[in-house]
């Protein structure tokens, strides 16, 4: 296989990724609907556009219905040289329902918590122009109930700002520091 897999909890960190480009290959209508950012709605002469383009290492993401005919084009794009190509694994379904369950599963004052800092509420990961997590803004605000609600729906404990700082990092009290420890002696052992 010239093209690997990409689970949908993992679209928001890879679209993080410099020079990213996505490819929607469903139809126009769908598309309006809804896509993800930055997404280009497939066309020949869109394709024959990224081609030319010739960033053969830029990271690509490709997209259809159900993951099923995206890998047609993956394995079109590699042939043509790029070395970072993606296909959402379960595609466009697998996303909304990744993403329905990150809505649902927050609490109102959550989600307002979370939009009040300016976080993408669809992305319990999502970062802020410093480069902070919402866990690591829990922790420096010291909102336990904020902290346990974000890893209750499955917010990365591990995740790290360009510093290398984490939620651990930012906890401003020592409840706060109780309560994150013992999670992340689990993750650690779970890692090792």
């Known amino acids: 296989m010239s093209y690997a897999p990409l689970l949908a909890e993992q679209v928001p960190q890879f679209l993080e990724k ?8 469903r139809d ?15 066309s020949d002469a869109a394709i024959m556009r ?9 990271p690509l993401l490709v997209y259809c219905y159900h993951g099923n ?8 794009l590699s042939g043509f040289g790029f070395t970072q190509v993606y ?3 379960g595609g466009w379904q697998s996303w909304a329902g990744h993403r329905d ?5 927050l609490s109102v004052p959550a989600t307002v918590w979370l939009g009040g800092f300016g976080f993408d509420t669809g992305n319990l990961d999502s970062r802020i122009d410093n480069g ?3 866990l690591m803004v829990a922790a420096k605000e010291t909102r ?13 404990l591990t995740r790290q700002t360009l510093d290398g700082f984490t939620a651990l990092d930012s906890a401003s009290t020592l409840p706060v520091l109780r309560f994150l420890k013992p999670r992340y002696a689990a993750v650690s052992a779970s890692v090792a």
């Open 18 to 25: 410099p020079g990213v480009a996505v490819v929607d290959m």
């Open 28 to 42: 126009a209508r769908s598309y309006e609907q809804d896509h993800l950012p930055g997404a280009r709605l497939a």
């Open 50 to 58: 990224l081609i030319k383009e010739k960033q053969p290492d830029r």
């Open 69 to 76: 005919s995206s890998r047609d084009l993956c394995k079109l």
């Open 87 to 89: 296909n959402l694994e």
């Open 101 to 105: 369950r990150l809505e649902a599963s």
């Open 132 to 134: 902070m997590s919402a």
């Open 144 to 156: 336990a109930d904020i902290l346990a609600e974000l890893l209750a729906a499955g917010a990365d």
